[in-house]
C-alpha cells in the first residue's frame, strides 16, 4: 500500500531524512526523554524474549538513550546500537561508559552486516518509517545485519485502538522537577491525523530559564495484515505476534525470523 505524507511529516522523522524529530535530536530534549518517558516497564519482555530466542548477538535498532541496549549488555550479551540522533546517543553513552555496547550513529541504512542473532526495535520505532519504501529498506537492511535464520522482533501501535484519540484527551501539562535541570512542562498537541499518519507537537518549556523547545513528529499506524505482507515479502517469516505484557490490546508485538540471505 502507498500512502502520501501528511507535510508536517515531510521534515522529521523517517528513514533517510536524515533529521529525526527534535525529542530525540535536541540536546535539552534528549537530556529529558528518559523522565518523561516514565518507568520501561515494556523492556523485561524484550530481555526474556532474547532469553527465549538464544540471542547472543543483538542489535537495537533506533536505540535512543540506550535503555534496552544497556539492560541486554548487563545480561552479558554483545550489543549494538544504532540511532541517527546523536544527542540520545550522547545520553546513551554517558549512563554506561564501560558498557559492552558498540554505538553506531546513523539510521537503519547505515547497520553494517553483524552476524546478529537477533535485530529489536522498541519504544514503537517501527512506526517512524513512513513510506511504503522506507519501510522495505529499514527491513532489508536489518536482514543484512542479521545472520541467516536470525530474529527480527519489535512492537507497533495497533491502529484500532486509535491512541491518537486518547493524545489529544490529555494535551498536558505535565511538569517533572529535574535534577541540575529545574522544572520542565510538557504539553501535546495532536495535530493532523490523516490515516495511517498521526502528527502531533511537543512544546517543552525550561521554567527555569524560560526556553521553549518545540518537536514535531508524525508516525505510520499500519494495520497488522500489512505489516505481515510487508514482512513476507522481504523475507521475513512471522513466528509470533503477541501482547506487550504492559499494554494489553494496544500493540502488536511480531516476532519474525529471516528467511533469505543478503
Ligand atoms: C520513541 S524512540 C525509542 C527509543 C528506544 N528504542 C527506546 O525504546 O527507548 C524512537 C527512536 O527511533 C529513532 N529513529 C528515528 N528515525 C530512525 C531511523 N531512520 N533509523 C533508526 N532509528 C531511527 C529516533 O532517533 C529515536 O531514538
Redesign the pocket.
Known sequence: MSAEIPSPGRTS???GRGV?DAI??HRRLALIYDAF?GPRDDLDAYVGLAGELGAERVL??????G??ALLLAGTGRTVVG????AA?LEVARSKGPDAAVTWIHG??AAIPALGADLAV?????AQ??LTDEDWAQ?LRAIGTALRPAGYLVFETRRPERRAWEEWAADPGPVTLDLPGIGPVEQRREVTAVDLPFVSFTYTYTFLADGAVVTSDSTLRFRSRAEVESSLAAQGYRVLDVREAPDRPGREFVFVTERLTGP
Open positions: 522523522g523517517g528513514y529525526p530525540f535530536a518517558d537495537d535498532v533506533g536505540c535512543g538513550t535503555s534496552l544504532v540511532d541517527p540522533a540520545s539510521d537503519a526495535m522498541t519504544g514503537n520505532v517512524v518509517f529499514m
